[in-house]
């Protein structure tokens, strides 16, 4: 009885393979219909169990691995005994016919995805003070719920993170409430949180060191970092500036450091220095509250330009980060 996968005719087959006419030119033939067969053989243990998996007859499985050894030039299956095995070529070749599998597989979701209107890909711009851990817990969740949408991820200043959204180079956006309304001209957004602002400076500055609660004159005696967006900016921008001598730095941490060393104070979001302030390296300015116009709390919002409405994943994106700033606030 002849064993599985015909041993006869597969050897014929295997030999001519391997030999003179198996050319770069006879390699046209390739199918996927091969690619998986092949792979079915191997997962089932037999040409008999490939056939029952595919509904097919089992001369029609021997049929297309013969033709995949033809076009490959090598044997895949050693068929000396009753049941198949891998030759060393067939071992070496597995992994590239699953991955050919896999990637027509993802080509039928995206193509899927992309009849059904959903995005290819999502152009974010997040203001470099919104915290981390609300985007990113946000994005592994969407990531799960649409792995064939690309996402773009941009940190930027106020400023740069508006501009990209008013005219159309990003498609969401994490931002801070601007002081000026024409800034948030055409954009549609929806309440994400609040952050806590406060005036900070290192120990040994001198309105750290003040007695009495300090008022905006003493302010504008001592130098102030600003955030700017520097020379992407047509003219400077400084929101909630008190003092006469101002420095302007476009990255964040940088300010952060500046402020460390002691020179100069500023107004940071509590979360990016509660460390500091627990540790004794900044300290929170104790301000003449009817003197000093400060804002203590700023609205932050998820906005897109309303001319340009998001898809399923964006509005999907939007409702989870709405979700997780609700429920951090409530925790």
Not at 42 to 67: D, M
Not at 126 to 152: H, N, Q, R, S
């Amino acid at each position: 009885m002849p064993n599985e996968g015909g041993r006869a005719a597969g050897t014929r087959r295997a030999g001519a393979a391997g030999g003179r006419e198996a050319g770069p030119a006879s390699r046209d033939g390739l199918t996927l219909d091969q690619f998986a067969t092949f792979v079915a053989v191997v997962e089932e243990g037999s040409f008999s169990g490939a056939a029952r998996r595919v509904g097919r007859a089992q001369s029609a499985i021997t049929y297309a691995v013969q033709n995949l050894e033809l076009q490959t030039g090598s044997a895949l299956f050693d068929r000396s005994a009753y049941r198949p095995s891998l030759t060393p070529a067939g071992r070496a070749l597995l992994p590239r016919a699953r991955r050919i599998l896999e990637g027509v597989e993802d080509y039928r979701r995206q193509s899927r995805s992309l009849l059904a209107g959903c995005e290819a890909r999502l152009t974010i711009a997040v203001d470099v003070v919104i915290p981390t851990e609300l985007l990113t817990g946000a994005l592994k969740a969407f990531g799960a719920a649409f792995p064939m949408v690309e996402v773009e991820l941009f940190v930027q200043l106020m400023d740069v993170t508006l501009a990209a959204l008013r005219e159309g180079r990003a498609d969401l956006g994490l931002i801070v409430d601007a002081p000026r309304p024409d800034l948030l001209e055409g954009l549609e957004r929806r309440p994400c949180g609040r952050l806590d602002f406060v005036m900070v400076a290192a120990p040994e500055h001198p309105l750290a060191q003040a007695a009495d609660p300090i008022r905006q004159e003493d302010l504008r005696d001592h130098t102030q970092i600003l955030l700017s967006a520097g020379l992407e900016a047509s003219l400077p921008r400084d929101w909630f500036a008190y003092a006469v001598n101002r420095w302007r730095v476009n990255n964040l941490e940088l300010r952060h450091s500046l402020v460390l060393a002691g020179a100069g104070w500023c107004s940071m979001p509590r979360h990016l220095v509660g460390e500091d302030l627990a540790a004794g390296r900044l300290v929170t300015l104790s301000l003449d509250q009817a003197g000093v116009a400060q804002p203590r709390e700023i609205s932050t919002s998820v906005a897109h330009h309303r001319s340009r409405p998001p898809g399923p994943a964006g509005r999907w994106l939007i409702d989870r980060l709405i979700a997780d700033s609700a429920g951090s606030k409530g925790a």
